[in-house]
């Protein structure tokens, strides 16, 4: 099986996600326990002993959502803790980490190359900004990204 730069770059950048997620919580004084498995259907690891997804992605500019395929959202639905990384693009050159809150409004949205993603805005309630990440990480998220903000 033949690896594209662009799968290499998306898995670069989520193990930059995670790593920038588990400094995070280990920092402020969370016990940090990775899965050892990188395919886990449940959980990226566990926080204090619950399970915690981590999605790392430029966002959606035009819809002002992070997006995940659809085989995702019940991971991300059924998981204790759920947290977006937030790459920086061309068009929001901001990077942060997010809480992701059980009830969160998500929708469906069609992708010009004819795919769909499920979308969740990011400007809700149940949707809160937990920090920017600044310097070498967020360069290292802009080098990794894989798209400029637009589907």
């Known amino acids: 099986m033949r ?3 662009g799968d290499y ?11 920038i997620v588990s400094n995070y919580m280990s920092r402020i004084g969370r016990t940090v326990e990775m899965s050892t498995d990188p395919f886990d259907s449940e959980k990226d690891m566990k926080v204090n002993g619950v399970s915690l997804e981590v999605k790392t992605q430029v966002p959606y500019c035009l819809e002002k959502s992070f997006t995940i395929r659809r085989n995702q959202l019940n991971k991300c639905l059924n998981v204790d803790y759920f947290v977006v990384v937030q790459a920086p693009c061309e068009y929001l050159n901001e990077a942060a980490l997010w809480k992701v809150k059980k009830g969160f409004n998500y929708n469906v949205v069609k992708l010009r190359g004819g795919g769909e993603r499920i979308s969740i805005p990011m400007y809700q309630d149940n949707v809160i900004k937990k920090m920017d990440i600044i310097g070498e990480d967020k360069n290292l998220l802009r ?5 400029f903000g637009l589907y």
């Open 3 to 5: 690896v594209t730069e």
């Open 9 to 19: 770059k998306r898995k670069v950048l989520g193990d930059i996600g995670e790593k």
């Open 143 to 147: 080098k990794y990204s894989t798209d």
